[in-house]
């Protein structure tokens, strides 16, 4: 097993892979008017690409013509202190193709939000994950004074 140089263990892309494959909710990080920004998207992995739905004239249309973007997707378990994370790098392009997209609409993948439906692709190009791993032993609790809001 590898460790990175703050003890998680360093998965490789298969694993990473198989991990996204079985989250719904991700996020999707790009520039939207030369500002960065990170919204949370319903997702499918279908194998060989995340899948995602969003209308025309969202922020997530900076998202549809060929841009890099990144995903992330984990999840914690916040009574153990464990869990992973997954980041994707990729190129996000709208799906035109209507057999592709007829595959795709028939994939358990529901927008939030109404309005006219566009599917969206990233390929997993760059691929990493993380594991967290359960610590030594029970941890102290904070001391008063550092749970205060602006507590140093």
């Known amino acids: 097993m590898e460790l990175d140089r703050n003890g998680l263990e360093v998965l490789r892309r298969e694993e990473s ?27 499918r992995f279908d194998g060989r690409r995340i899948l995602f739905r969003t209308g025309a004239g969202t922020k997530l249309d900076a998202a549809t013509d060929r841009t890099v973007v990144a995903f992330e997707v984990d999840e914690i378990d ?32 529901v927008r939030w939000a109404g309005g006219d439906d566009r599917v969206v692709a990233i390929s997993p ?20 004074a550092a749970a205060r809001p602006g507590a140093r």
């Open 78 to 109: 916040a009574e153990t202190e464990t869990g992973w994370s997954v980041v994707v790098t990729g190129v996000a392009v709208e799906v035109t193709d209507p057999a592709d997209v007829a595959a795709a609409r028939a994939l358990p993948l």
């Open 125 to 144: 190009d760059l691929v990493s994950g993380r594991r967290i791993l359960p610590g030594p032993g029970p941890r102290p609790a904070p001391s008063p």
């Open 17 to 43: 892979l198989r991990l996204l494959a079985t989250a719904v909710l991700g996020r999707v990080a790009l520039s939207s008017g030369a500002l960065p920004t990170v919204l949370p998207v319903n997702f």
